[in-house]
T-cell receptor
Framework: KNQVEQSPQSLIILEGKNCTLQCNYTVSPFSNLRWYKQDTGRGPVSLTIMTFSENTKSNGRYTATLDADTKQSSLHITASQLSDSASYICVVTPYSSASKIIFGSGTRLSIRP | DAGVIQSPRHEVTEMGQEVTLRCKPISGHDYLFWYRQTMMRGLELLIYFNNNVPIDDSGMPEDRFSAKMPNASFSTLKIQPSEPRDSAVYFC?????????????FGEGSRLTVL
Protein backbone atom coordinates (compact mmCIF):
# COMPACT_ATOMS: atom_id res chain seq x y z
CA LYS A 1 0.00 0.00 0.00
CA ASN A 2 1.31 3.43 -0.94
CA GLN A 3 2.07 5.40 2.18
CA VAL A 4 3.73 8.62 3.25
CA GLU A 5 4.87 8.91 6.85
CA GLN A 6 6.25 12.01 8.50
CA SER A 7 8.25 12.64 11.63
CA PRO A 8 8.24 14.14 14.09
CA GLN A 9 4.53 14.66 14.59
CA SER A 10 5.26 17.99 16.26
CA LEU A 11 8.30 20.12 16.95
CA ILE A 12 9.04 23.23 18.99
CA ILE A 13 12.18 25.28 18.38
CA LEU A 14 13.44 28.73 19.24
CA GLU A 15 13.40 31.53 16.72
CA GLY A 16 16.60 31.65 14.70
CA LYS A 17 17.35 27.95 15.04
CA ASN A 18 17.42 25.43 12.21
CA CYS A 19 15.31 22.30 11.97
CA THR A 20 14.77 19.29 9.73
CA LEU A 21 11.52 17.50 9.06
CA GLN A 22 11.44 13.94 7.73
CA CYS A 23 9.28 12.13 5.21
CA ASN A 24 9.43 8.41 4.41
CA TYR A 25 7.40 7.08 1.51
CA THR A 26 6.65 3.74 -0.10
CA VAL A 27 5.18 5.16 -3.29
CA SER A 28 7.13 3.81 -6.26
CA PRO A 29 7.48 4.88 -8.93
CA PHE A 30 6.39 8.45 -8.40
CA SER A 31 6.16 11.55 -10.54
CA ASN A 32 6.99 14.17 -7.95
CA LEU A 33 7.28 14.86 -4.26
CA ARG A 34 6.10 18.16 -2.84
CA TRP A 35 6.28 19.84 0.52
CA TYR A 36 3.30 21.99 1.42
CA LYS A 37 3.05 24.54 4.20
CA GLN A 38 -0.29 24.95 5.95
CA ASP A 39 -0.76 27.94 8.22
CA THR A 40 -3.40 27.63 10.93
CA GLY A 41 -6.84 28.19 9.47
CA ARG A 42 -5.56 28.29 5.89
CA GLY A 43 -5.22 25.90 2.99
CA PRO A 44 -1.91 24.17 2.15
CA VAL A 45 0.49 26.01 -0.14
CA SER A 46 3.25 24.34 -2.15
CA LEU A 47 6.81 25.12 -1.00
CA THR A 48 8.97 22.83 -3.13
CA ILE A 49 8.65 20.17 -5.77
CA MET A 50 11.13 17.49 -6.76
CA THR A 51 10.95 14.83 -9.43
CA PHE A 52 12.43 11.40 -8.79
CA SER A 53 15.71 12.43 -10.48
CA GLU A 54 16.31 15.48 -8.32
CA ASN A 55 18.21 15.46 -5.05
CA THR A 56 17.62 18.91 -3.67
CA LYS A 57 15.47 21.96 -4.21
CA SER A 58 15.57 25.27 -2.38
CA ASN A 59 13.00 27.99 -1.83
CA GLY A 60 14.54 30.75 0.24
CA ARG A 61 15.23 29.41 3.72
CA TYR A 62 13.54 26.11 2.85
CA THR A 63 15.62 23.29 1.36
CA ALA A 64 14.13 19.94 0.45
CA THR A 65 16.23 16.86 -0.22
CA LEU A 66 15.31 13.54 -1.77
CA ASP A 67 17.01 10.15 -1.54
CA ALA A 68 15.22 7.85 -3.97
CA ASP A 69 17.25 4.84 -2.85
CA THR A 70 16.09 5.01 0.75
CA LYS A 71 12.76 6.59 -0.18
CA GLN A 72 13.28 9.49 2.17
CA SER A 73 12.84 13.22 1.86
CA SER A 74 13.62 15.97 4.30
CA LEU A 75 12.72 19.63 4.62
CA HIS A 76 15.36 21.80 6.24
CA ILE A 77 14.43 25.22 7.54
CA THR A 78 17.27 27.64 8.16
CA ALA A 79 17.22 30.55 10.62
CA SER A 80 13.61 29.95 11.59
CA GLN A 81 11.17 32.82 11.94
CA LEU A 82 7.91 33.11 13.86
CA SER A 83 6.07 32.98 10.54
CA ASP A 84 7.41 29.47 9.96
CA SER A 85 5.00 28.19 12.61
CA ALA A 86 2.72 25.92 10.59
CA SER A 87 2.10 22.34 9.56
CA TYR A 88 4.34 20.93 6.87
CA ILE A 89 2.90 18.20 4.70
CA CYS A 90 4.85 15.82 2.48
CA VAL A 91 2.90 14.87 -0.64
CA VAL A 92 3.77 12.22 -3.23
CA THR A 93 2.17 11.81 -6.65
CA PRO A 94 2.30 8.23 -7.97
CA TYR A 95 3.54 7.86 -11.52
CA SER A 96 0.63 5.56 -12.40
CA SER A 97 -2.10 7.98 -11.36
CA ALA A 98 -1.52 11.70 -11.03
CA SER A 99 -4.87 12.09 -9.32
CA LYS A 100 -4.12 9.62 -6.53
CA ILE A 101 -1.99 12.09 -4.64
CA ILE A 102 -0.90 10.76 -1.24
CA PHE A 103 -0.58 13.08 1.72
CA GLY A 104 1.47 12.59 4.83
CA SER A 105 -0.12 13.43 8.16
CA GLY A 106 2.14 16.47 8.56
CA THR A 107 4.55 17.87 11.13
CA ARG A 108 3.28 20.64 13.33
CA LEU A 109 6.13 23.16 13.80
CA SER A 110 6.01 25.85 16.48
CA ILE A 111 8.61 28.63 16.59
CA ARG A 112 9.02 30.25 19.98
CA PRO A 113 10.51 33.77 20.42
CA ASP B 1 -6.71 35.63 -10.06
CA ALA B 2 -8.16 35.49 -6.56
CA GLY B 3 -7.32 31.84 -6.09
CA VAL B 4 -9.73 29.09 -5.11
CA ILE B 5 -12.69 30.57 -3.29
CA GLN B 6 -14.73 28.58 -0.79
CA SER B 7 -17.83 29.44 1.16
CA PRO B 8 -18.88 29.48 3.87
CA ARG B 9 -15.63 29.70 5.89
CA HIS B 10 -17.42 28.48 8.98
CA GLU B 11 -20.67 26.56 9.37
CA VAL B 12 -22.28 25.42 12.59
CA THR B 13 -25.37 23.30 12.23
CA GLU B 14 -27.41 20.75 14.09
CA MET B 15 -27.44 17.06 13.39
CA GLY B 16 -29.87 16.17 10.65
CA GLN B 17 -29.63 19.47 8.81
CA GLU B 18 -28.49 19.82 5.22
CA VAL B 19 -25.12 21.43 4.61
CA THR B 20 -23.93 22.83 1.29
CA LEU B 21 -20.33 23.88 0.75
CA ARG B 22 -19.35 25.88 -2.31
CA CYS B 23 -16.20 26.23 -4.35
CA LYS B 24 -15.04 28.42 -7.21
CA PRO B 25 -11.83 27.04 -8.77
CA ILE B 26 -9.11 29.07 -10.41
CA SER B 27 -10.15 30.08 -13.91
CA GLY B 28 -8.72 27.76 -16.54
CA HIS B 29 -8.07 24.85 -14.18
CA ASP B 30 -9.53 21.60 -15.41
CA TYR B 31 -9.30 19.50 -12.24
CA LEU B 32 -11.22 20.09 -9.03
CA PHE B 33 -10.81 18.13 -5.83
CA TRP B 34 -12.76 18.00 -2.57
CA TYR B 35 -10.79 16.99 0.52
CA ARG B 36 -11.72 16.55 4.16
CA GLN B 37 -9.18 17.26 6.89
CA THR B 38 -9.35 16.05 10.49
CA MET B 39 -6.73 15.79 13.20
CA MET B 40 -7.06 12.03 13.28
CA ARG B 41 -6.99 11.27 9.55
CA GLY B 42 -5.30 14.25 7.93
CA LEU B 43 -6.31 15.14 4.37
CA GLU B 44 -8.62 12.63 2.69
CA LEU B 45 -9.75 12.82 -0.92
CA LEU B 46 -13.53 12.70 -1.22
CA ILE B 47 -14.08 13.22 -4.94
CA TYR B 48 -12.48 14.83 -7.95
CA PHE B 49 -13.70 16.20 -11.26
CA ASN B 50 -12.01 16.57 -14.61
CA ASN B 51 -13.60 19.04 -17.01
CA ASN B 52 -16.70 19.12 -14.78
CA VAL B 53 -17.15 15.34 -14.89
CA PRO B 54 -16.84 13.32 -11.66
CA ILE B 55 -14.02 10.85 -12.13
CA ASP B 56 -13.52 9.19 -8.77
CA ASP B 57 -15.94 9.43 -5.87
CA SER B 58 -14.66 6.39 -3.99
CA GLY B 59 -13.66 8.59 -1.09
CA MET B 60 -17.17 9.86 -0.45
CA PRO B 61 -17.95 8.30 2.92
CA GLU B 62 -21.65 7.60 2.51
CA ASP B 63 -24.71 8.29 0.43
CA ARG B 64 -25.29 11.29 2.63
CA PHE B 65 -22.50 13.02 0.71
CA SER B 66 -22.94 14.27 -2.83
CA ALA B 67 -20.98 16.64 -5.07
CA LYS B 68 -21.76 18.43 -8.29
CA MET B 69 -19.93 20.59 -10.75
CA PRO B 70 -22.51 22.16 -13.07
CA ASN B 71 -19.91 24.30 -14.84
CA ALA B 72 -16.20 25.02 -14.91
CA SER B 73 -16.43 27.78 -12.32
CA PHE B 74 -18.57 26.25 -9.60
CA SER B 75 -18.83 23.11 -7.49
CA THR B 76 -20.82 22.10 -4.44
CA LEU B 77 -20.43 19.46 -1.76
CA LYS B 78 -23.65 18.58 0.01
CA ILE B 79 -24.18 16.59 3.19
CA GLN B 80 -27.74 15.50 3.92
CA PRO B 81 -28.46 14.69 6.68
CA SER B 82 -25.40 15.89 8.58
CA GLU B 83 -23.99 14.03 11.59
CA PRO B 84 -21.53 15.09 14.33
CA ARG B 85 -18.84 12.85 12.84
CA ASP B 86 -18.92 14.99 9.70
CA SER B 87 -17.32 17.81 11.66
CA ALA B 88 -14.08 18.67 9.86
CA VAL B 89 -12.47 21.20 7.57
CA TYR B 90 -13.44 20.68 3.96
CA PHE B 91 -11.02 21.90 1.30
CA CYS B 92 -11.53 22.45 -2.36
CA UNK B 93 -8.46 22.42 -4.60
CA UNK B 94 -7.97 22.95 -8.31
CA UNK B 95 -5.20 22.08 -10.72
CA UNK B 96 -4.26 22.58 -14.35
CA UNK B 97 -3.77 19.39 -16.34
CA UNK B 98 -2.30 17.42 -13.40
CA UNK B 99 0.91 17.02 -15.38
CA UNK B 100 4.04 15.57 -13.81
CA UNK B 101 4.45 18.79 -11.89
CA UNK B 102 0.75 19.50 -11.40
CA UNK B 103 0.30 21.61 -8.30
CA UNK B 104 -2.83 21.64 -6.20
CA UNK B 105 -4.12 25.10 -5.30
CA PHE B 106 -6.22 24.96 -2.18
CA GLY B 107 -8.95 27.23 -0.97
CA GLU B 108 -9.04 28.47 2.60
CA GLY B 109 -11.39 25.69 3.64
CA SER B 110 -14.85 25.45 5.16
CA ARG B 111 -14.85 24.53 8.83
CA LEU B 112 -17.97 22.49 9.57
CA THR B 113 -19.24 21.82 13.06
CA VAL B 114 -22.24 19.54 13.46
CA LEU B 115 -23.78 19.62 16.94
Amino acid sequence: KNQVEQSPQSLIILEGKNCTLQCNYTVSPFSNLRWYKQDTGRGPVSLTIMTFSENTKSNGRYTATLDADTKQSSLHITASQLSDSASYICVVTPYSSASKIIFGSGTRLSIRP
Amino acid sequence: DAGVIQSPRHEVTEMGQEVTLRCKPISGHDYLFWYRQTMMRGLELLIYFNNNVPIDDSGMPEDRFSAKMPNASFSTLKIQPSEPRDSAVYFCASSFRLSNTGELFFGEGSRLTVL
